[in-house]
């Protein structure tokens, strides 16, 4: 079973950016389809960005697409949310999550792996 540390949160300005950082535990990384969530007080849990086992299949968000870019480092175990062009409403702590499979996973009821969270603070 895969083990999850995110880093990297902390807080910046609006319009500014951060780069979030989910390492990886365990042999079988690369089989695994990584996302990242974020929940914001007093709101569910929502998806933000995923990525294919392979790395050959990303989706995001509306709300962050075009800001927001993730990938990962499989020689690192790593998985990474690059964010841009920050906004207030991007405040939330952000969670990386993991589970086996081939698809492209959305929700978080799909995963079944999740790391302890980072908080990400925007001022306006």
């Known amino acids: 079973q895969v083990r999850l540390v995110e880093s990297g949160g902390g807080l910046v300005q609006a319009g500014g950016s951060l780069r979030l950082s989910c390492a990886a535990s365990?042999?079988?990384?690369?089989?695994?389809?990584m996302g990242w969530f974020r929940q914001a007080p007093g709101k569910e849990r929502e998806f933000v960005a995923g990525?294919?086992?392979?790395?050959?299949?990303?989706a995001y968000a509306d709300s962050v697409k075009g800001r927001f870019t993730i990938s990962r480092d499989f020689a690192k175990n790593t998985v990474y949310l690059q964010m841009n062009s920050l906004k207030f409403e991007d405040t939330a702590v952000y969670y990386c999550?993991?589970?086996?499979?081939?698809?492209?996973?959305?929700?978080?009821?799909?995963?079944?792996?999740w790391g302890q969270g980072t908080q990400v603070t925007i001022s306006s």
């Open positions: 365990g042999r079988t990384f690369s089989r695994y389809a």
């Open positions: 999550a993991a589970r086996m499979g081939s698809g492209n996973y959305y929700r978080t009821t799909e995963y079944d792996t």
């Open positions: 990525i294919h086992w392979s790395g050959s299949s990303i």
